[in-house]
């Protein structure tokens, strides 16, 4: 039976709707975000309880986002194969909801780090393999509305997790009861993805109804895995790669900024994930409204994003608590624009046919740079706060002349290269 489009006229019927699909992917990754996030919003003053320095939180926490981010290369390609994506997707799932809990009963300082870091490989694994999923799926509704639903969801757990654990630490007066209470979530969203596993065994079903003679799946018997990895990615993908890289090299982790805000006396440790959590409120709508404004105007939303990011220092890491947080609450902005927006972006840049490696390139290429950026911001931090600030400024400037001047953005929303030439 034909699965394109173009064959015959006939496609599968999905099991479910397309938006059916991306709203319980985005009760998945809401319960996940509970887990994760929760644990994040406590990940630096945990650390600093335990005996680490600013600049050891900086680097754990960038080094996390890092091989979160960097590792997508590998699983990138890996979710170029169609029968993949679903393992991926439990198996990165899986070792969240495992590693998580696991630092509730840990006072060692080095196994914490490592367990914060298996917790950022879990979403290395997964995070390809399921924003493929995602964007067959978008394919119909358009790639920011799919992209920016999902992470508005997201939030809904990113918002709840830092609460849980901020009453768990209010009430009890330690980080551990918080990170084992997280196991629950972590349950509920393993449940969920089996059985949707199960439902929709192949969401590109739903790229397949929506087909057209430039987008169309390959049918059976055509170009195989050598002839994809042949297709290049273009020109337009690779500037947008070399912007997002030096914006992320700019941009400071809430490991520090919560560090920052407990070392310096600003707020007491359990207020910090109820800041995570309004932080994380900003961070959906910022999503939402990045997300449809990119279906109309493509990756010009994405010039506010070096703004945002060069605030962040000026406002985050000030000895006066207004400012201070307010300063994490444009974190959060920034973030949401970040994880929604350019995501769209790569999904309308890069061939169809190898948007897992798409996006395992992409994320290594921006991963290795806040890696490097966490580093400089962590000596900074120590040096001088306002050399910091300055440095920052600096780095976003330099993102913005680059887009200006290379144009990443000159692509129409929604457009598929054909892989043979610039977008």
């Not at 709203?23 to 998945?28: D, H, K, Q, R, S």
């Not at 920052?260 to 359990?270: C, E, I, Y």
Request: glycine share 10%; with cysteine.
């Amino acid at each position: 039976m034909p699965t394109s489009a173009s064959a015959a006229g006939s496609v599968p019927a999905a099991p479910m709707t397309a938006i059916r699909f991306i709203l319980v992917f985005g009760i998945i990754s809401a319960l996940m975000d509970m887990v994760y996030e929760g644990a994040r919003s406590v990940t630096g003053p945990f650390l600093g309880a335990l005996g680490a320095s600013a600049l050891l939180v900086s680097v754990v926490t960038g080094a996390g986002e890092a091989v979160a981010l960097v590792l997508r290369l590998v699983f990138g390609r890996l979710a170029d194969r169609p029968g993949l994506r679903w393992a991926l997707a439990i198996s990165g799932y899986a070792l969240t909801a495992v590693s998580v809990p696991l630092l509730g009963i840990t006072d060692a300082l080095w196994i914490a780090c490592l367990l914060v870091l298996a917790e950022r490989l879990g979403k290395a694994v997964r995070s390809p393999a399921k924003d493929t999923m995602l964007a067959e799926a978008g394919s119909a509704l358009g790639q920011g509305k799919a992209f920016a639903l999902h992470e508005a969801l997201d939030q809904v757990g990113a918002l709840l997790g830092p609460l849980l654990v901020g009453v768990a630490l209010a009430l009890s007066g330690s980080y551990g009861p918080g990170f084992l209470l997280l196991a629950v979530p972590g349950l509920a969203a393993m449940l969920i993805l089996f059985r949707l596993r199960r439902r929709v065994p192949d969401p590109a079903v739903y790229e397949a109804a929506d087909a057209s003679p430039a987008t169309a799946l390959p049918a059976p018997g055509g170009p195989g895995p050598a002839s994809v990895k042949a297709v290049p990615m273009p020109r337009q993908y690779w500037l947008y790669a070399a912007f997002s890289s030096l914006t992320m090299f700019g941009y400071a982790t809430f490991g520090l900024l919560s560090f920052h805000l407990v070392a310096t006396g600003l707020l007491p440790p359990a207020v910090v994930p109820v800041l995570y959590a309004a932080a994380m409120g900003v961070d959906a709508v910022a999503a939402l409204a990045s997300g449809w404004l990119f279906d109309r105007v493509g990756l010009k939303v994405l010039l506010v994003l070096p703004v945002l990011a060069a605030a962040v220092p000026w406002l985050g890491f000030s000895n006066n608590t207004a400012l201070a947080v307010t300063g994490v609450l444009v974190w959060g902005a920034a973030m949401g624009v970040q994880e929604s927006t350019m995501r769209a972006g790569v999904a309308g840049l890069a061939p169809a046919a190898r948007r897992g490696s798409a996006y395992g390139m992409f994320t290594a290429c921006y991963g290795l740079a806040w890696l490097a950026g966490s580093f400089l911001i962590g000596v900074l931090y120590e040096y001088s706060i306002p050399a910091l600030a300055i440095t920052v400024t600096a780095v976003q400037a330099a993102a913005l002349v680059i887009f200006a001047v290379v144009r990443p953005h000159a692509v129409r929303p929604g457009l598929q290269s054909s892989g043979n030439e610039p977008s």
